[in-house]
């Protein structure tokens, strides 16, 4: 059984729960999938974040099918949503103040640049479905982002708030710092919490009124 990992959105996709072999309903099978094209979309997963789920044609004609019978703008608040948070990868990307190293660029660079294309596993210009592909492949990839993008909107938010000075190094210097001690002011206030103003092998009845 795999472990829970993180997800764009607080609803996840039910992908973990649709199974190959158990065949796609009727409404979703109008969606053409090339087997080559299927076999690709997993690579490219898998290049991206190598403990994700196996993706193949039965499976993702049965979320096509799930997502057809969800009511339209639920639908397409399922897309919206996770296409939305490709937003916060690009600027991370084009964000100077911000130093992810280079393997987080080339994973980052390779979903963007399937989500850019229009001639992928599904056409774009497929109505309401032409973008489940993307959205798949945003929330299966999601694990290997979570983290940097969790810093990096911390870090954004820090840089509204602080305005900090000097070189974007200098900057991202004083975030860690500021955090480091925010994070070691936690954990006193915590101790403090924790400890008796009194030591704790005192008799319970410390004073008798007669």
């Known amino acids: 059984?795999?472990?829970?990992?993180?997800?764009?959105?607080?609803?996840?996709?039910?992908?973990?729960?649709?199974?190959?072999?158990?065949?796609?309903?009727?409404d979703a099978s109008a969606i053409p999938l090339a087997d080559a094209a299927?076999?690709?979309?997993?690579?490219?997963?898998?290049?991206?974040?190598?403990?994700a789920p196996r993706v193949d044609g039965d499976r993702l004609q049965?979320?096509?099918?799930?997502?057809?019978?969800?009511?339209?703008?639920?639908?397409?608040?399922?897309?919206?949503?996770?296409?939305?948070?490709?937003?916060?990868?690009?600027?991370?990307?084009?964000?100077d103040d911000w130093d992810a190293d280079e393997a987080s660029h080339a994973r980052i660079g390779k979903l963007l640049a399937y989500i850019d294309r229009e001639d992928d596993l599904i056409a774009d210009r497929t109505p309401l479905l032409g973008q489940l592909d993307d959205v798949l492949l945003i929330e299966l990839a999601w694990p290997a982002f979570a983290d940097d993008v969790e810093d990096y909107r911390d870090f954004c938010a820090y840089r509204r708030a602080e305005h900090p000075d000097g070189s974007a190094q200098e900057r991202r210097a004083a975030w860690v710092r500021d955090r480091m001690d925010e994070l070691a002011l936690w954990q006193h206030a915590l101790w403090i919490r924790e400890q008796h103003y009194a030591p704790w092998n005192l008799p319970r009845r410390l004073f008798r009124v007669s």
């Open 1 to 26: 059984m795999r472990m829970f990992h993180p997800t764009p959105t607080a609803q996840p996709l039910p992908f973990d729960h649709m199974y190959s072999g158990m065949g796609a309903r009727e």
């Open 38 to 51: 299927v076999v690709q979309f997993d690579q490219l997963l898998h290049e991206i974040h190598a403990d």
């Open 62 to 95: 049965q979320l096509a099918s799930w997502l057809i019978r969800l009511p339209s703008g639920q639908a397409h608040e399922v897309i919206d949503s996770r296409l939305q948070r490709v937003q916060e990868l690009r600027a991370l990307l084009l964000d």
